[in-house]
């Protein structure tokens, strides 16, 4: 119950930094357009620091297995999250379907979950849940793409050249040939790696800060598409993980297990708001999910965190 408090308050203060976003805007100290370069800033400098800092450590054979695990039950998450988004949100003619389906299958694992995992698990969390995190880039720069664009063949240089996943590259060699590091590029890594969270959800908050709020609360499809990223999606992954007996798998496996339900838990992922963008389709829809999905987490993640202790 304590652990639980303790994600639900992680939770309050993420959404503290929402509100400052949209407090921001609507004050005229940042703009929209800034949120844009400061989006760009947090996933090539800001995200790329959490994860190589993550692996200046000593290598252990335990949390090599880990990462294994780790990247496994990203992976089937993914998966089921595809299959679930095609279940249950059907095409229709107005391709606001395909948002939701992004709303269903990408959740914000890596600003949101990171403080929420560190406040759970600990250090060997953020270990465990960058390997989540490289998991959940490579099927949004495949799938993400395809299901935003409307193409049926996979990008593959997108998927594999990004930040993230080039950062687990350089990460994960450091940690396996143990390359020292210089204490001062590791403080500095350190440093940008803490405005995480805080830089990310105060650019979240200014995405949000346009919306119409009445609208959005309003439209009980958003609630359904909530529902499923927030609440039967990691109900499925945590029973799986439960008949399948992972925490008998290895040492540790509790770790990662909690790990992986709540990066899956997590609300609806920032990149639903700035892929479909990019594709001139409603950015706006995406902002409406992740503002309805945000809020709710602040009951449903602390909840999953409880039931996994209890239940696992």
């Known amino acids: 119950m304590a652990e639980a408090l303790l994600v639900g308050r992680q939770v309050l203060l993420i959404f503290l930094y929402v509100l400052i976003g949209i407090f921001c805007v609507k004050k005229k100290i940042i703009t929209s357009e800034a949120g844009k370069q400061f989006s760009n800033f947090i996933v090539t400098v800001v995200m790329v620091s959490v994860v190589i800092k993550s692996y200046i450590r000593p290598m252990e054979k335990q949390h090599l297995l880990g990462i294994v695990l780790a990247i496994g039950l990203a992976a089937l998450f993914h998966i089921l999250a595809i299959i679930a988004s095609s279940l249950f949100i059907k095409e229709r003619e107005d391709i606001r379907y395909r948002i939701e389906r992004m709303g269903v299958v990408y959740s914000n694992c890596g600003f949101m979950g990171i403080p929420l995992i560190y406040a759970a698990v600990g250090d060997i969390g953020i270990f ?174 602390p909840v999953f965190n409880l039931i996994t202790n209890l239940w696992l």
Request: charged residues 10%.
């Open 128 to 301: 465990y849940a960058v390997a989540y995190i490289s998991i959940f880039n490579i099927v949004l720069w495949s799938h993400g793409v395809m299901t935003l664009s409307g193409e049926k063949k996979i990008n593959i240089k997108s998927a594999i050249i990004n930040p993230a996943l080039i950062a687990f590259t350089i990460g994960f060699i450091i940690y396996c040939t143990q390359i020292p590091v210089p204490n001062m590029i590791v403080e500095v890594l350190g440093s940008i790696a803490d405005m995480n969270t805080p830089l990310a959800m105060i650019v979240t908050g200014v995405f949000l800060s346009n919306i119409d709020f009445k609208s959005t609360f309003a439209n009980k499809r958003i609630y359904y598409v909530t529902a499923l990223r927030l609440i039967l999606l990691p109900m499925i992954m945590l029973t799986i993980i439960k008949l399948l007996g992972v925490l008998s798998w290895m040492p540790g496996a509790d770790e990662v297990v909690m790990t992986s339900i709540l990066g899956c838990a997590c609300p609806a992922a920032a990149s639903i708001t700035l892929f479909p963008a990019k594709y001139n389709m409603d950015g706006e829809y995406g902002a409406q999910i992740i503002a309805v999905s945000t809020l709710l987490s602040v009951i449903t993640i």
